[in-house]
């Protein structure tokens, strides 16, 4: 009965407490991690909307309160929407054929053997490849003149093809060249959900007499719905974000066919020097990406258990 | 049992059949390995056509594009030219002011740098979420992964203002402080970490070890291959940045080496000589220390993959 009164006052009675010196110190491993993320995460979003309602120029600094006029010129800027439009043309296009096309060599590929690892590492290759020196290579290869698609397209009879100096094209192009750069990176988390699904089940589906089309619709597909849905959501997220391609293939053009957002981000920040529009598209493109995955996330979380 | 046994008597397998199978099986291998070669030529010409590319001369490159046929491929007359052009070592190269390696070794520097401080100060975050007692600990990885959703393109732009305040950009501090803590990383090191049975801490904190011993003497010698699979993603995501140094930092001196490769194409003559070797500098050492690591990589990806 003593001691226990004894403790219950001396505990109290100092701040650096055993637990409190603790907490201290568990709190200094994950300081650096958290002063990045403010500094260098969060920071920015708030740098984005004060620049985008002040009047703001690299050299001058805040100028003006201008309130929301860069939102307002944004609604009646054409090119705004066009880009808008244009990036959207672009996810819609590329993620389903991606999704589809690694679906298929997930499938194609998942046997353990020395000619599908090779297959596989020349599928991965352009993952780690910087989109810098692919999307150069590939610039080349869409050449009207010099390219090597056009050798091949004419060497069967065919005319030659203007991949990226067609309006009409150009984007379709992009697409093309970013499908096969990323489709490995896809195909892995799907060949590691395919290694997920219990043997046991496709061999139950054999012995009902299922067909490997059956057994695809009703046993892969359900069970893998989670992975999918995990690819899609990244996907989505990645591909809204396209940049590189535009800037070294065809930088907007021709006749803003493939100016991307964040294309057009760049063009009025660092070319035209206009910070705060530059400022007001980026916090506009954040909340639009937040609201896509939080409606992804949110149908990423009926899973199916197995 | 023997296996026709399980055949009721006149339905046993007659030769016939067995062939008609076999022909069927030996159909779908063909298809299989034709459709697995279609695939491997489509992915492997493109890099094949650039490394040929960079040992031609200049005026070879497009020489041969028409008609079709292997000289498009290989070169008549082999050369290292481009590579000297592109490393400066020759007048033409010098005259042009290029210095791809000054470049490299920008990334080189840099790439190392984010890697080694984000193998520090990522593993200690991480620590402290798997392991460490703090209150409110959910919260705070909640502000730690909120991050994640972030789309970082979509900053980029503000994040160069807040760079540009701190005095920072131009520098090198620019291309490597921003990325020095990784929210993914520290995600994905958690899970590595949780998977250490936490009896073995116990006994370390018994024996005297700080939180810091712990780390050092248990966590981390037993968190490797997921340390070298971290460290592999952060190598390849912070070399092939392109984004944010053409943003950050403006002085040839500190250029990077996709900055400068890109930057060839907006020339008014493109050299496509250069353009092949200096991508060949820049992606070939990649590729290969992926493929020799493919293993830890793959297993990482798809990790990351499966927890979200």
Do not use: C
């Not at chain 1, 296009?93 to 298929?104: E, Y």
């Not at chain 1, 069970?223 to 065809?250: A, D, G």
């Not at chain 2, 070169?75 to 052009?85: A, C, G, I, M, T």
Request: without cysteine.
């Amino acid at each position: 009965m003593d001691a226990v009164a004894a403790r219950e006052v001396a505990l109290p009675r100092s701040w650096w407490t055993a637990r409190r010196r603790g907490y201290l110190l568990a709190l200094a491993f994950i300081l650096p991690a958290v002063v990045n993320f403010v500094i260098f995460r969060y920071l920015p979003i708030f740098a984005a909307i004060r620049s985008s309602l002040w009047q703001y120029s690299l050299l001058g600094g805040y100028g003006e309160f201008i309130g929301l006029q860069a939102y307002l010129r944004m609604l009646e800027d054409p090119i705004f929407w066009k880009s808008l439009w244009v990036t959207t043309a672009y996810v819609l296009m590329k993620v389903p054929a991606q999704i589809v096309l690694s679906m298929g060599l997930a499938l194609l590929l998942q046997r353990e053997s020395r000619f599908t690892a090779v297959v596989r590492s020349a599928i991965f290759a352009p993952v780690v490849t910087s989109i810098v020196v692919i999307s150069v290579i590939w610039a080349l290869m869409y050449h009207v003149q010099l390219g090597l698609l056009n050798s091949i397209i004419t060497s069967v009879g065919l005319p030659r093809i203007a991949f990226l100096s067609n309006p009409r094209l150009a984007l379709v192009a992009i697409v093309i060249m970013m499908v096969w750069k990323e489709i490995g990176f896809s195909m892995i988390i799907l060949m590691a959900g395919l290694k997920g699904i219990p043997d046991m089940y496709f061999e139950a589906a054999r012995i009902d007499g299922a067909s490997g089309w059956q057994q695809f619709w009703r046993i892969t597909l359900p069970l893998l719905r989670r992975v999918l849905m995990f690819v899609v959501v990244t996907q989505t997220i990645f591909s809204f974000q396209v940049f590189v391609p535009v800037y070294t293939m065809t930088r907007g053009g021709p006749l803003d066919a493939t100016k991307v957002i964040v294309y057009y981000i760049y063009q009025n920040g660092f070319l035209f020097q206009d910070m705060g529009y530059a400022a007001a598209i980026s916090t506009v493109t954040l909340i639009v990406l937040l609201v896509v995955s939080a409606v992804q996330m949110w149908l990423l979380r009926s899973e199916v258990e197995y | 049992m023997s296996p026709q046994a399980a055949f009721p008597a006149g339905l046993t397998p007659t030769p016939s059949r067995s062939v008609s199978r076999w022909l069927k099986a030996a159909a779908r291998e063909t298809w299989f390995h034709v459709l697995g070669a279609v695939v491997l030529i489509i992915y492997i010409t493109p890099f094949l056509w650039m490394i040929l590319g960079s040992l031609r001369r200049e005026v070879e490159i497009f020489q041969y594009t028409y008609p079709l046929t292997w000289r498009t491929f290989v070169p008549v007359e082999w050369s290292l030219k481009n590579f000297q052009d592109v490393l400066g070592l020759s007048p033409e190269g010098r005259a042009f002011g290029l210095n791809f390696g000054r470049a490299l070794l920008n990334t080189a520097l840099v790439s190392g740098a984010v890697v080694l401080s984000s193998l520090i100060f990522n593993t200690m975050g991480a620590y402290f979420f798997a392991r460490l007692d703090f209150p409110y600990k959910g919260v705070l990885l909640l502000f730690v992964i909120a991050t994640m959703l972030l789309p970082f393109e979509a900053v980029m732009v503000p994040l160069y203002i807040v760079v540009r305040s701190l005095g920072l950009q131009d520098s090198y501090w620019a291309l490597i402080l921003p990325w020095y803590a990784s929210p993914f990383v520290i995600f994905a090191l958690v899970q590595f970490f949780k998977e250490i049975p936490r009896e073995l801490d116990e006994a370390a904190i018994i024996d005297g070890a700080s939180y810091f011993g712990v780390l050092r003497h248990v966590v981390v010698p037993n968190a490797i291959p997921g340390l070298v699979t971290t460290a592999l993603l952060e190598f390849q995501f912070i070399w092939n940045l392109f984004y944010w140094p053409l943003i950050a930092v403006g002085r040839k001196e500190l250029q990077t080496i996709q900055v400068a490769i890109a930057q060839q194409t907006t020339q008014t003559q493109i050299y496509w000589g250069r353009i092949f070797a200096g991508s060949v500098l820049a992606s070939v050492p990649v590729i290969l220390l992926f493929l020799a690591m493919q293993r830890y990589y793959v297993k990482g990806v798809a990790m990351s993959g499966l927890k979200g």
